[in-house]
């Protein structure tokens, strides 16, 4: 079994969205270097991998009861004074690079939870943000995988970034910022958001035990950073990635136009949301 497999699980098979959209290739690994590498099959229509991702972006920025409302608000209020509604109300940022970020975050999410195979403890962080064109402060990926029965847990601390071209400085940013060092800072986020519900408090309170400290000096942290670029960047990775982390996997996302992918993307959010009935 490959170290990124021990890390992060094996990839996903088809008929899940990761197995269909991607190929994958586990690079042998080195004591400096754990790449797979992630390229499209070219096998699933791209209205598909839009409307999933675009699905994906509403569901990390807008909670169930949000969604709920703007049905309710679009029925009430038709087209024309619904727009203005969800406009006071937007989540989802305008910023182009801040959509690009975000997406790229969701993106690496989505894709350890899938190739882990656990349920995964994790907040939308999105939804709380207080200015929606910025973007946010702490952990780019943080989720949790509690055992119950030996009241121990690990967390999965990710970095992610989008660049139209793929540079050695970027390689070394996400690897840098994803160093044996690193603390997952959103932690107690998390932990508040869970103890604000009824039905996640008591896992919260459980994490709550649990010191950042410990954490890290007992090895608890699985890393993954995400680049998110052209078909060329598995080389740029492969040639660049230099980590002394060993529970570090980097994972190399190469699409043909990736700033086509990410514009094509949020013009489908912005269709569901004005018609939220398709949510």
């Not at 699933?44 to 920025?61: G, Q, R, Y």
């Not at 608000?73 to 024309?80: D, I, S």
């Not at 349920?119 to 207080?130: G, M, V, W």
Request: aromatic share 8%; net charge neutral; proline share 4%.
């Amino acid at each position: 079994m490959s170290r990124q497999e021990l890390l992060i699980g094996t990839h996903p098979k088809p008929p899940n969205f990761f197995g269909r959209w991607l190929n994958s290739t586990d690079h042998p690994e080195t004591d400096r270097q754990c790449h797979r590498s992630l390229t499209q099959t070219g096998k699933m229509p791209k209205n598909e991998i839009i409307d999933w991702l675009a699905n994906k972006v509403i569901h990390h920025h807008y909670k169930d009861e949000k969604i709920q409302h703007l049905k309710n608000k679009y029925r009430e209020l038709g087209f024309a004074k619904y727009a203005e509604h969800m406009e006071s109300i937007r989540r989802i940022p305008n910023d182009d690079k801040v959509r690009k970020g975000n997406m790229t975050e969701i993106i690496l999410c989505e894709y350890v939870l899938n190739s882990t195979k656990k349920q995964l403890i994790k907040t939308f962080r999105f939804r709380y943000s207080t200015n929606i064109d910025q973007s946010m402060k702490g952990d780019d990926v943080l989720m949790v995988d509690y055992d119950y029965e030996e009241d121990d847990i690990e967390v999965y601390l990710g970095e992610a970034k989008f660049r139209k071209t793929p540079a050695p400085e970027v390689v070394r940013d996400i690897t840098n910022a994803l160093s044996t060092d690193k603390k997952p800072l959103s932690f107690t986020f998390l932990v508040d958001r869970l103890l604000e519900s009824a039905s996640t408090k008591e896992i919260g309170s459980h994490l709550e035990q649990f010191v950042i400290e410990t954490v890290k000096q007992q090895g608890k942290i699985t890393y993954s950073g995400l680049l998110l670029s052209q078909e060329a960047c598995v080389k740029t990775v492969q040639n660049h990635l230099d980590s002394d982390n060993p529970k570090l996997v980097f994972l190399s996302l190469g699409v043909e136009n990736p700033t086509d992918l990410m514009k094509k993307i949020f013009a489908r959010v912005e269709e569901k949301l004005a018609d939220p009935e398709q949510l």
